[in-house]
C-alpha cells in the first residue's frame, strides 16, 4: 500500500471485493444480457420494422458521444494509469465504468448493424389497383415505414460522426490535453441532447403503428430500471465532476419508460395486439411471396373464362 500514489489508493480493493464492485460488476452484465432480447428479436423475425432510423441514429451517436466521453476525462487517464501500481483485480474494478459504457456501445451498434441488414423493404400495394380501396395493414404500415434509403444514410451518418470524434479526441489528447476535460464536457453534453431526444421518433413512430414491431419490450423492461442503477453507479465513481457521464442515462431512464408503457399498451391491451404472423419482408423474400400470390390468384374458379383475355 506504501507504494501506491494517493491517487490510486482509492482503487485498491482492501479484500478484493466489496460491494460497490459487485454491483458494477452486476450492471455489466446486465447492460450486456439485456440487449440480447433486442438482438434476438429481430435475428428471429428477420426484420426491423417498426424501429424508427432515427431513434437508431439518435442511440448510436448518443452512444458513440457517452464512450468518448469517458475515455477522453482525465479522471479515466488517471484511473488507468493506475494499472500500473495496483492489483489486477483493482484496476479490474477500477475500469469498471469504462468497460459498462463501452459494452452498450458496442451493443447498440449491433442493432444498427441488424437494422440495416434485416431492413424491411416491403411491397406495398400494387399499381394497377392503387385506386381501389386497401384494406390491407400490412400494406397500410409499410407506408409509413422509413424507406430503405433512409435507412442507408442512418448508418453513414453514424460512421461518419464516430469518425469525426475519434479524430478530434485524437488531435486534442496529443495537442491540448489541458483541453481534454472541456471535450469531455462537451461530448457528454451531445450524448445527453440526444439520448434526450432519441426516444421522440421511436415513441412517435410506435404511436403511428399502434404496435411494438421488431421493438423488444423484454429490453426496455430491464433498461428502465436499469439505467437508473447504472446512473448511480457511475456517479458514485466519477462523483459531480463526472455529471456528463452519468446524467445522461437519468434522462434515458425517463424517456425510455415512457415508450415502455406505450409498448405494453399496444403489445397486450390495445385494439391492434401486436402479432407478428409475417413480419414485412426483403426484396429476396417478397419476389417469392409476390409469386406465389399470382399463382393463388390465377388459380381457375368456375367463373374464370376459359380463353385468358389478352394483356
Not at 113 to 136: V, W
Amino acid at each position: 500500500m506504501e507504494s501506491v500514489s494517493p491517487q490510486c489508493r482509492d482503487l485498491v480493493l482492501p479484500h478484493y471485493v466489496d460491494f460497490n464492485f459487485i454491483l458494477s460488476l452486476l450492471i455489466l452484465v446486465g447492460i450486456l444480457v439485456s440487449y440480447l432480447p433486442q438482438h434476438i428479436r429481430i435475428i428471429q423475425l428477420r426484420s426491423s420494422f417498426g424501429i424508427s432510423p432515427y431513434f437508431v441514429l439518435l442511440g448510436t451517436t448518443s452512444g458513440t458521444s457517452a464512450f468518448a466521453n469517458i475515455l477522453v476525462l482525465p479522471r479515466s487517464a488517471r484511473d488507468m494509469a493506475c494499472c500500473r501500481e495496483i492489483s489486477g483485480i483493482s484496476c479490474f474494478a477500477g475500469l469498471l465504468g469504462i468497460f459498462q459504457v463501452g459494452v452498450q456501445f458496442s451493443s447498440f451498434f449491433v442493432i444498427l448493424i441488424l437494422f440495416i441488414i434485416f431492413f424491411p423493404r416491403a411491397t406495398l400495394t400494387n399499381p394497377s389497383t392503387e385506386n381501389e380501396p386497401d384494406n390491407n395493414n400490412d400494406n397500410n404500415d409499410a407506408v409509413k415505414q422509413a424507406s430503405y434509403r433512409t435507412a442507408v444514410l442512418v448508418v453513414i451518418a453514424c460512421i461518419a460522426h464516430a469518425a469525426i470524434v475519434l479524430i478530434v479526441s485524437l488531435v486534442v489528447a496529443i495537442k491540448a490535453p489541458s483541453h481534454l476535460q472541456a471535450w469531455a464536457n462537451f461530448l457528454g453534453i451531445m450524448s445527453a441532447v440526444l439520448a434526450s431526444i432519441q426516444y421522440f421518433p421511436q415513441i412517435w413512430t410506435t404511436f403511428r403503428l399502434q404496435k411494438v414491431g421488431s421493438l423488444s419490450i423484454p429490453m426496455m423492461c430491464i433498461q428502465t430500471p436499469g439505467s437508473l442503477v447504472w446512473a448511480a453507479s457511475l456517479a458514485q465513481r466519477l462523483g459531480v465532476e463526472g455529471w456528463s457521464a452519468w446524467g445522461v442515462y437519468v434522462l434515458t431512464a425517463i424517456l425510455q419508460g415512457t415508450l415502455l408503457v406505450m409498448g405494453i399498451y399496444f403489445e397486450y391491451l390495445g385494439p391492434k395486439k401486436d402479432v407478428i404472423d409475417h413480419p414485412f419482408v426483403s426484396d429476396a423474400q417478397s419476389g417469392t411471396e409476390g409469386e406465389q400470390q399470382q399463382d393463388e390468384d390465377q388459380q381457375a374458379t368456375e367463373n374464370t373464362p376459359l380463353l385468358a383475355e389478352p394483356r
